[in-house]
């Protein structure tokens, strides 16, 4: 069973930066990464990266946010800069086991105010 604990969210500012992490615990992970979710819409990726380090973005994000990934400490942490009210969401830790099964952290909120 794998836990994901994510740290991280809050208010800021367009144009500001915040930095989420998630740690995870009970299991040896292939790929890590978060997802977002906004009020009436569907879940939708925002990064991912793999055990190797090769590291995937949405679109909407690339150039902003930056992913990386502490093997040792199973964490993966997601930088996020020149933020915009759009992303505005609740921020989903995502975890893939080796044995490909999902795992969900609870959600941390990010509001960016214009």
């Known amino acids: 069973q794998v836990q994901l604990v994510e740290s991280g969210g809050g208010l800021v500012q367009a144009g500001g930066s915040l930095r989420l992490s998630c740690a995870a615990s009970g299991s040896i992970l292939k790929t890590m990464g978060w997802y977002r979710q906004a009020p009436g819409s569907q879940r939708d990726m925002v990064s991912r990266?793999?055990?190797?380090?090769?590291?995937k973005y949405a679109d909407s994000v690339k150039g902003r946010f930056t992913i990386s990934r502490d093997s040792a400490k199973s964490t993966v942490y997601l930088q996020m800069n020149s933020l915009k009210p759009e992303d505005t969401a609740v921020y989903y830790c995502y975890a893939l086991s080796i044995g490909y099964q999902d795992y969900w952290g609870q959600g941390t909120q990010v509001t960016v105010s214009s």
């Open positions: 990266i793999t055990s190797d380090g090769i590291a």
